[in-house]
């Protein structure tokens, strides 16, 4: 994970390239470090990309400069992702981490299966979304990752480790989900509590038989397409009052 590529997001308008230099100069050496524009008129467009020397000096900058000031106005500094992304191997995901645990430290625990990159996913704010993608050179590197970290516990909770599907696989056409297998005494409060965790539970559809009786499923509704993919990524296969749940995409449409 020897990132030197950091994105410095926030800019104000006028920042300029020397001024960008100079300020994330002040924990290392700076390469290059550019804010991007567009190409026709040249405007900012609010945020910047720069490459270190060295990758201790990229870590310092995302530790020791995120939300600190630059002209008046907080930034976001964060690794560049891109060249990342686009190296090949094969990725897993990792679910219900701690909520605290940072990509480096989630790195640690899988450096024996040789990651190439371990990426704790966040929202805009900057905190965790519950899991991780990470990326192995190989397929046996991979299943090897799989087959002893699933299941694991780590800083009190059982990681949740499978190989992550492509985007095809696992896209949802509604801001729904379908939650199946659920035990006879889980209720709609309960639903709402678990599906807080990863965004906003706007409606909650037990079905029930004429007695009351839960038929074992509901069909929950959250405030976006992101937080519906983001409940099926870490809420499958989460046991609840001793049923592992089945959390998937809802098939139908409205």
Partial sequence: MENTDIYIGNLTWDTTDEELLEFLGSV????????????????SKGWGLATYAAPEGAALAVSQLDQSELKGRPVHVRFDRSKIENVGGV??????????????????????????DVHVKTNMAGRSRGFAIAKFPNQELADAAVAQMNGKELQGRQLQVREDKAPHERA?????????KLSAAVAEEGLINLFSEVGTVIEVRMARY???????????????????QLAIEVLNGREID???????????RV
């Fill in 242 to 252: 001793g049923q592992q749940i089945v959390v998937r995409g809802d098939r139908k």
């Fill in 91 to 116: 990725n897993i995901f990792v679910g219900n981490i701690p909520w605290e645990i940072t990509s480096e430290q989630l790195y640690e625990s899988f450096f024996p299966f040789q990651p190439i």
């Fill in 210 to 228: 004429s007695s009351g009786q839960s038929k074992g499923w509901a069909i929950i509704t959250l405030s976006s397409l992101e937080e519906a």
């Fill in 172 to 180: 949802v056409v509604a801001p729904r989900v379908y939650v199946g």
């Fill in 28 to 43: 290392g050496e700076v390469l290059n470090a550019s804010v991007q524009r567009h190409a026709d008129s040249q405007r």
